[in-house]
């Protein structure tokens, strides 16, 4: 069955960087679009990035200004999300989701989450 | 970017009963790509319609999507008491990707 299972996340100061990773397993992990979406403390959902299967097609959402990159291992069934120059705001429980199919799916399986907290 | 605006903000309801959840997007969502999410707390949003009116598998005929275009709802006929959470809208038709601000079902 799909298993995504996400991992990296911490205490970070204002300024700092943390990488994500999201290990996936249970399918071909190459033939999927995935995402990072984030979820503030008690706050709604806020896509991240997305990648194509082939990492040859990214995204970002506006907010992120080019402090993120997103990037993917297919060898590995990996998912990264680097993360720079972080902010307050940026303090988030961070979910790796993969679309259900191409780009014009929508999140079918998500992972259970790993929270980053910014604050010195 | 397509803004999903999605009311009311809460229904308290009791089981049983029926709720009708509101998403509004400006502008239109293309080919009706939109999505339904469920998120209890402390867990990770589940997917439940996606075309606006496809259930995703798994979910129970209880939950049903409609609309197009700029309209659309979601519909729980009978509440059961595991159906108490958050409700979240998506619209997968052009980047940036976004969400609705939620609307929490509540007892």
């Known amino acids: 069955q799909v298993h995504l299972v996400e991992s990296g996340g911490g205490l970070v100061k204002p300024g700092g960087s943390l990488r994500l990773s999201c290990a996936a397993s249970?399918?071909?992990?190459?033939?999927?679009?995935m995402s990072w979406i984030r979820q503030a403390p008690g706050k709604g959902l806020e896509w991240v990035s997305y990648?194509?299967?082939?990492?040859?097609?990214?995204n970002y959402g506006a907010s992120l200004k080019g402090r993120f990159t997103i990037s993917r291992d297919n060898a590995k069934s990996s998912l990264v999300l680097q993360m720079n120059s972080l902010r307050a705001e940026d303090t988030a429980v961070y979910y790796c989701a993969r679309h259900s199919g191409g780009y014009f799916e929508p999140f079918d399986f998500w992972g259970q989450g790993t929270l980053v907290t910014v604050s010195s | 970017e397509i803004v999903l605006t999605q009311s009311p903000g809460t229904l308290s309801l009791s089981p049983g009963e029926r709720a009708t959840l509101s998403c509004r997007a400006s502008?239109?969502?293309?080919?009706?790509?939109l999505a339904w999410y469920q998120q209890k707390p402390g867990q990770a949003p589940r997917l439940l319609i996606y075309g606006a009116s496809s259930r995703a598998t798994g979910i129970p005929d209880r939950f049903s999507g409609t609309g197009s275009r700029t309209d659309f709802t979601l519909t729980i006929t009978r509440l059961e008491p595991e159906d108490f959470a958050v409700y979240y809208c998506q619209q997968y038709s052009s980047a940036p990707l976004t969400f609705g601000g939620g609307t929490k079902v509540e007892i």
């Open positions: 502008p239109i969502v293309s080919s009706n790509y």
């Open positions: 990648i194509s299967g082939t990492g040859s097609s990214i």
């Open positions: 249970g399918f071909t992990f190459s033939d999927y679009y």
